[in-house]
């Protein structure tokens, strides 16, 4: 494990200031402390916005599901003065997406093709990459993050929200704000209270989350590893590979009653790389279950609140494009909004732009995204023969082709850039 990110200077013991009063007020309340909710943050208050993050964890110190930091992401930074800084912290780099598949290798994907800074994905520890960003947002001092601060409900004026009931080491505490961003994940309790639908597009799969030591030296470009009834997705972390064992919906208990040997068989079966130290899942207490939606809202908005990232739309894990989506959220939220905050919380109408922006690109990853568990995952689940599909094969001995899909996956369906003007830090 890290060692655990020092307080940075955005929270209050930080500061050196007593902990927050039993009301407060803002121009924005953010609500969850995640990529959306940090990079949002971050750039409202670069844009002059008192702006509020309600962090729910005492620290981003925990074992995420998502470590990739895509070049759409990259590119942000880049725009926005911090790339250098950001490439300072730990991070390992992917630029070429193989896989195996059978008995056949396939690349996918070369993003050392793209015309881009940062022609790779970055594997980063998402603690770290929000613990970037806090540091990042210290310098404003319009920007509060409120950790251990749990949202519990929306406070409303007749149909407008008006902000959020939270619960502190305090007490309970109220952020009278103009607007409040649910920015709180797939779970999400802004969501949930202000009663906004949601649209289950399905997914059929679930995953085991485990990780087995790694030699540093060793090195292998293949992320997935798929052999009849079996796909195992291994994530190079430098010392340990991070494991996804994909398995159909709901058979988690299924998987356990053939006992923890027979996993362990199955996992050194898909993988043999992992066989020398496959004795560190002692128990099923070292796997954990993620299970696997996609979802998403018809409407973002109603007056006075909005929703993004996972709170607006739910992904599988399939390509690992969560985590960047969710950004491009926020800065396309920041970029239509940042400067119609002069009148108190902009109009819904303004609000639902932010929907009518995101939900092309949106629709389209989670029809990709389908397309892969229809096409790729769900065939091989279903056991026997297995060989890589044609359009594997084909991209395989396309570099153009590989160069496509580098795009599409790195790049992203209609790719955000940062327009909102940044004030002058008094």
């Known amino acids: 494990m890290p060692a655990k990110p020092a307080a940075g200077p955005g929270s209050s013991s930080a500061r050196g200031t007593s902990e927050p009063a039993r009301s407060i007020k803002a121009q924005c309340c953010i609500v969850g402390g995640g990529p959306a909710g940090m990079m949002l943050g971050y750039l409202l208050a670069r844009a002059g916005v008192d702006t509020v993050v309600l962090e729910k964890h005492a620290d981003f110190l925990r074992d995420f599901r998502g470590d990739t930091v895509h070049p759409s992401t990259m590119q942000v930074l880049d725009e926005l003065g911090l790339l250098g800084e950001f490439l300072k912290r730990p991070h390992d780099k992917l630029d070429h997406l193989q896989g195996h598949f059978g008995d056949d290798t396939v690349s996918l994907a070369d993003f050392r093709r793209l015309s881009i800074k940062t022609p790779y994905i970055a594997f980063m520890p998402q603690w770290e990459f929000l613990d970037f960003l806090f540091d990042a947002g210290a310098r404003y001092p319009n920007l509060k993050v409120l950790r251990r601060t749990e949202a519990l409900d929306l406070m409303r004026e007749g149909e407008t929200v008006t902000g959020v009931i939270a619960k502190s080491e305090e007490g309970r505490l109220e952020i009278k704000a103009a607007l409040t961003v649910g920015c709180d994940g797939r779970h999400s309790v802004v969501r949930e209270c202000a009663g906004l639908s949601i649209e289950d597009i399905g997914a059929p799969i679930d995953v085991l989350w485990f ?198 996956l790195g790049i992203g369906i209609r790719p955000e850039h940062v327009t909102s003007k940044a004030a002058a830090i008094t």
């Not at 590979?241 to 919906?249: G, R, S």
């Not at 995952?377 to 001995?397: C, E, H, N, S, V």
């Not at 570099?399 to 496509?404: T, V």
Request: with cysteine.
């Open 211 to 408: 990780r087995i030591t790694k030699n540093p030296a060793e090195k292998d470009r293949a992320l997935m590893n798929a052999q009849p009834g079996r796909i195992l997705v291994t994530i190079d972390r430098g010392d340990y590979w991070q494991c996804a064992y994909v398995i159909p919906k709901g058979q988690t208990e299924q998987v356990k009653s053939r006992g923890l040997e027979q996993f362990r068989s199955d996992i050194v079966a898909t993988a043999p790389r992992l066989a020398a130290h496959i004795g560190e899942v002692k128990s099923w207490d070292d796997v954990k279950l993620l299970t696997v939606t996609i979802d998403r809202l018809t409407r973002w908005s109603k007056p006075g609140v909005l929703c993004i990232g996972d709170a607006a739309h739910a992904m599988s894990p399939i390509g690992g494009v969560g985590i960047n989506l969710a950004i491009q959220d926020a800065v396309a939220t920041a970029n239509l909004l940042a400067d119609k905050f002069s009148n108190g919380c902009p109009e819904e109408s303004l609000l639902d732009q932010v929907r009518q922006r995101r939900m092309f690109p949106v629709k389209v990853t989670q029809a990709l995204q389908i397309q892969m568990q229809n096409r790729i995952i769900d065939r091989a689940l279903q056991g026997g023969p297995l060989r890589a599909p044609a359009f594997m094969k084909i991209i395989t001995r396309s570099p153009w082709l590989q160069s496509i899909v580098a795009r599409v």
